[in-house]
């Protein structure tokens, strides 16, 4: 079956760091992947999403690359914000009859100091 | 646009009451429909989906059971709660494409005293 790693953290960093958390994933065929983010007390909101192998996903800064020869998604960010801090989930949808289920990472607690 | 709503934000029943969770859909027809739970450090089991009015597939044996009975509402009940059923529920939309990403509501924190 499909699945998702994800760096579990937590992972601390103070403002204007680099960030990289690290996702890799197990699916058949060529699945789309997502990086979603939890702020405290809230649901999951879309962060971005890539569908093919080399596509770049971006928002707010945030960037994540489709790698498949390494079954890769990591998420990446060159200068965080204290507003940032959040749960980030890697998720992917795989390929074929049950496309519309998401298997989840465990998800990474990001805290960012000032 | 789209928009979910998913009510009550915050629950405490006593063991032994009923639920009833509810969630629906605006500015969309037809979407696929998800309920999750999300227990102590963050990960999110899928609960029950649906792909159309009266339509549902569980994911995994419990002491819960949910309701599509219209297109774009979505309702997770149980008859007589647990205290192992405390926890957050999210509820989420997904368009009916192929690798369509899943839009989550606010979410309902339930607990069991």
């Known amino acids: 079956g499909n699945s998702v790693t994800q760096m579990e953290g937590p992972v601390t960093l103070s403002e204007e760091a680099f960030l990289t958390i690290n996702c890799t994933y197990t699916?058949?065929?060529?699945?789309?992947l997502f990086w979603y983010v939890q702020y405290p007390g809230e649901g999951l909101q879309l962060l971005l999403k890539?569908?093919?192998?080399?596509d770049k996903g971006s928002n707010k800064g945030f960037e994540a690359t489709y790698r498949k020869e390494t079954t890769s998604f990591h998420l990446e960010k060159g200068s965080v914000q204290v507003s940032d801090s959040a749960v980030y989930f890697c998720?992917?949808?795989?390929?074929?009859?049950?496309?519309?289920?998401?298997?989840f990472g465990k998800g990474t607690l990001l805290t960012v100091n000032p | 646009s789209q928009t979910i709503h998913q009510w009550p934000a915050t629950l405490v029943q006593p063991v032994g009451s009923p639920l009833s969770l509810e969630c629906t859909v605006e500015g969309t027809s037809n979407p696929n429909l998800y309920w999750y739970r999300q227990a102590a450090g963050r990960g999110l089991q899928l609960l029950f989906y649906s792909v159309g009015i009266g339509q549902i597939s569980s994911e995994v044996p419990q002491n819960l059971s949910a309701s599509r009975p219209q297109d774009r509402q979505f309702i997770l009940s149980s008859k007589k709660l647990l205290l192992s059923d405390s926890g957050f529920y999210l509820c989420a939309w997904s368009g009916t494409g192929t690798d369509q990403p899943q839009h989550f509501g606010d979410g309902t924190r339930l607990s069991i005293l």
């Open positions: 998720a992917l949808i795989g390929s074929g009859g049950s496309n519309y289920k998401l298997t």
């Open positions: 890539a569908t093919k192998a080399d």
């Open positions: 699916a058949t065929g060529y699945p789309s």
